[in-house]
C-alpha cells in the first residue's frame, strides 16, 4: 500500500529464502558476495547495512562496538541468526585459517612460485642457494628464507 511505511523486520524478511538450514539474502548482494540491506534516508543520504549485521540485531540483539557478525555456515549470504554470531577481527581471521578458506600457495592472487617449484627447492637446494634461487625464480630472499623455515608452503 502506498504511503504505509514497513518496518525493518518486514522489509528484511521479504528478502531471504528459507532452506532447512541457511536463510539466504536474495536482495542486494556487495561485490564480496555479502548481503546488503538499503534502511533508509536520513539528511537525503541512504544508509546501507550488512544484511548479516541487520539479522543479528533484529533476531539475537545489539552488536558490541569492535565486533563483527561471524558465519558458522561460511555461506555469505546467510543471514540465519543460530549461524551467525560475534567475534573480533581476529576471531574472524583464526575461523578462516582453521577452515583452511584463506589463499594459499598457488590460490594466492601474486604467487610467482608453483607447488612442484617450491618441492624441488625443498627437495635439492639449501639455505645457501638462496642467492641463486632468488635470481633463478624472481622471488624475494625472504620468500625462500620463509619456504626454509616452513612459515610459507607448508603443505607441499
Same mark, same amino acid.
Given at each position: 500500500?502506498?504511503? /504505509? ?12 529464502? %528459507?532452506?532447512?538450514?541457511?536463510? &539466504? ?18 539528511? #537525503? ?12 540485531? $533484529?533476531?539475537?540483539?545489539? +552488536?558490541?562496538? @569492535? $565486533?563483527? /557478525?561471524?558465519?558458522?555456515?561460511? #555461506?555469505?549470504?546467510?543471514?540465519? =541468526?543460530?549461524? %551467525?554470531? %560475534?567475534?573480533?577481527?581476529?576471531? &574472524?581471521? #583464526? ?9 594459499? @600457495?598457488?590460490?594466492? !592472487? #601474486? ?13 635439492? !637446494?639449501?639455505?645457501?642457494? +638462496? =642467492?641463486?634461487?632468488? +635470481?633463478? *625464480? @624472481?622471488? &624475494? ?5 620463509? +619456504? *626454509?623455515? @616452513?612459515?610459507?608452503? /607448508?603443505?607441499?
Amino acid at each position: 500500500m502506498k504511503g /504505509v511505511k514497513r518496518s525493518i523486520r518486514e522489509r528484511f524478511i521479504e528478502k531471504i529464502e %528459507l532452506t532447512d538450514g541457511c536463510w &539466504n539474502w536474495i536482495g542486494a548482494i556487495d561485490d564480496k558476495g555479502y548481503g546488503r540491506l538499503f534502511i533508509s534516508y536520513t539528511n #537525503n543520504k541512504r544508509i546501507t547495512g550488512s544484511a548479516s549485521h541487520v539479522s543479528y540485531e $533484529l533476531f539475537v540483539g545489539p +552488536i558490541t562496538d @569492535g $565486533l563483527w /557478525v561471524l558465519h558458522k555456515c561460511d #555461506n555469505r549470504r546467510c543471514v540465519n =541468526p543460530y549461524h %551467525l554470531f %560475534l567475534g573480533t577481527h581476529q576471531d &574472524n581471521m #583464526n575461523d578462516m585459517v582453521a577452515k583452511d578458506r584463506h589463499p594459499t @600457495g598457488t590460490r594466492c !592472487y #601474486n604467487a610467482i612460485l608453483t607447488e612442484e617449484i617450491v618441492r624441488d627447492i625443498k627437495l635439492n !637446494y639449501q639455505w645457501k642457494d +638462496i =642467492p641463486l634461487l632468488s +635470481i633463478r *625464480f @624472481g622471488v &624475494n630472499r625472504s620468500t625462500l628464507r620463509d +619456504i *626454509f623455515r @616452513g612459515r610459507t608452503w /607448508v603443505k607441499v
